[in-house]
């Protein structure tokens, strides 16, 4: 197999000086996951990674981008010197796209994007090479990363671009340059840097800025803002594709069911019948799992293979993922299903959780209550801007929230829900995640199904993790 980067060809791209002749496997920012052989990148962020360095080298780094030599680093170690280590990342990524022959896929959106993402990765890493961004690796320094470590010899990329302001994705998508751009959808996020959704879809359109020509757009039809999405597509002379529940989409969804953790996928492309299965419940993963199978097509792979493939695919950690938490090392019937949806949180991704929620079916009789019960732990929803407060307290209206049967909040947003929820779903609401989360153990039972979710910097995982460690696995010998 041929190495990633040899020193000639990371000194040649980012301009720097290096020494030696060194090849790396990959590229890392972080220590702790470094693998022996990989290019370290001492990016400054929280911290400055100039102070890793040798802790790098030591674990086996073929070389570390820098651009300065750090203290207790050998002058003759194997650096490579740049004067601005972001932009060398960048030039790195360039060179990555320019020389790969692979169909590249860029996925931005509201709600959706690492799961959309995820599932393309798994659709078509049965036709092909994918290499795909890692995590919800999608900002400044995220997305160089996934194209700089892209092999040369993939078939397929599929890159995850996301964005907190305005202008944010226009470098990354010249960067990129997908044959391929979709956007899942446009909803309330990040309303503290913006005046409406209106303004949100045009951020999100700045996607189609770096589309290579004859490129594909891949639209929601269903959203308010589509007229403003089609516009900037055509503008940017992509070929447009579409997709949701009217029917003149041209990946139309015309039903879905789910249970025991299987959504069943009714839909139809140019009249075609289209019937799948995806290995998670839910609606929003249904319109996800259209929007894949249009630019699986686009970038012409075997659509009927993908969507077998997408009974494969489950969510990851922190995007829906279900677990089942054993309460008894004997008895394997007391448990308690878990849906760890803590990764990120706006009214959108909250309505689409209920929904799955709602449609969940718990176990009636085995714990203190006679029937099993839906309950939902949540925490602040961030970045919404002068209406927060409305909006999380709106959730207390949403259709289904009638089949929710006792929600726990925490944080001083989601207090305004614990107010407009009517008594009987009133949980407890606490001041932080930290004080909710233990309180967790106390208010769980055997039977339930329980819902974790919240933005990520309201640290709603504190509430997975601490329901996590409740667990006490089964011994077959007992």
Not at 177 to 201: G, K, Y
Not at 393 to 422: C, D, E, F, K, W
Not at 462 to 473: A, C, D, F, S
Request: proline share 4%.
């Amino acid at each position: 197999m041929s190495a990633l980067w040899t020193a000639a060809e990371a000194a040649a791209a980012t301009g720097g000086t290096t020494s030696g002749d060194w090849q790396a496997g990959g590229v890392s920012i972080d220590t702790r996951t470094l693998a022996p052989g990989d290019l370290f990148v001492a990016l400054k962020d929280v911290r400055d990674g100039h102070d890793f360095v040798a802790a790098a080298l030591t674990k086996g780094a073929a070389a570390a981008l820098v651009s300065r030599v750090p203290e207790g680093v050998a002058t003759d170690a194997p650096l490579l010197l740049v004067d601005d280590v972001l932009a060398a990342l960048e030039a790195l990524a360039r060179a990555a796209r320019a020389r790969t022959k692979a169909q590249v896929i860029a996925i931005t959106g509201s709600v959706g994007k690492t799961s959309t993402k995820d599932m393309a990765a798994t659709v078509l890493a049965g036709q092909g090479l994918v290499h795909a961004a890692e995590m919800s690796l999608n900002n400044h320094w995220g997305v160089p990363l996934t194209l700089a470590r892209l092999p040369r010899d993939a078939d397929f990329a599929v890159v995850e671009i996301g964005m907190n302001h305005p202008g944010e994705i226009t470098p990354l998508s010249r960067l990129a340059r997908p044959h391929v751009a979709l956007i899942t959808t446009v909803a309330e996020a990040h309303m503290a840097a913006f005046a409406s959704v209106r303004d949100i879809a045009r951020a999100k359109a700045e996607v189609f800025a770096g589309l290579e020509p004859g490129g594909t757009a891949i639209l929601n039809l269903d959203i308010a803002t589509f007229g403003i999405l089609e516009t900037a597509a055509a503008q940017a002379g992509a070929r447009i594709v579409t997709f949701g529940t009217k029917r003149r989409a041209d990946y139309h969804l015309k039903g879905v069911a789910w249970r025991d953790g299987i959504t069943s996928v009714q839909a139809e492309n140019q009249g075609q019948p289209c019937l799948f299965r995806i290995g998670a419940p839910g609606r929003h993963l249904a319109m996800n799992a259209l929007a894949v199978l249009a630019a699986v097509d686009a970038v012409g792979a075997d659509r009927v293979v993908a969507a077998l493939d997408l009974a494969r695919w489950q969510p990851p950690v922190g995007r829906g993922e279900r677990t089942w938490i054993h309460l008894d090392k004997v008895d394997e019937h007391l448990r308690l299903e878990l849906i760890d949806d803590a990764y990120n949180a706006n009214p959108a991704s909250m309505a689409a959780a209920f929904e799955v929620l709602a449609g969940s079916i718990p176990v009636d009789g085995l714990g203190r209550h006679a029937r099993g019960r839906r309950v939902a732990f949540l925490t602040d929803m961030l970045e919404l801007g002068p209406e927060a407060a409305a909006k999380h307290a709106a959730l207390a209206v949403l259709p289904a929230m009638q089949s929710v049967n006792v929600v726990h909040t925490a944080g001083p947003l989601m207090q305004h829900l614990h107010r407009a929820l009517p008594g009987e779903k009133q949980g407890e609401w606490h001041e932080s995640a930290e004080k909710l989360a233990a309180r967790a153990h106390r208010l769980l039972d055997a039977g339930d199904v329980v819902m974790v979710k919240g933005s990520k910097g309201s640290r709603a995982s504190l509430i997975v993790e601490t329901i996590r460690r409740l667990n006490k696995p089964v011994d077959p010998e007992q």
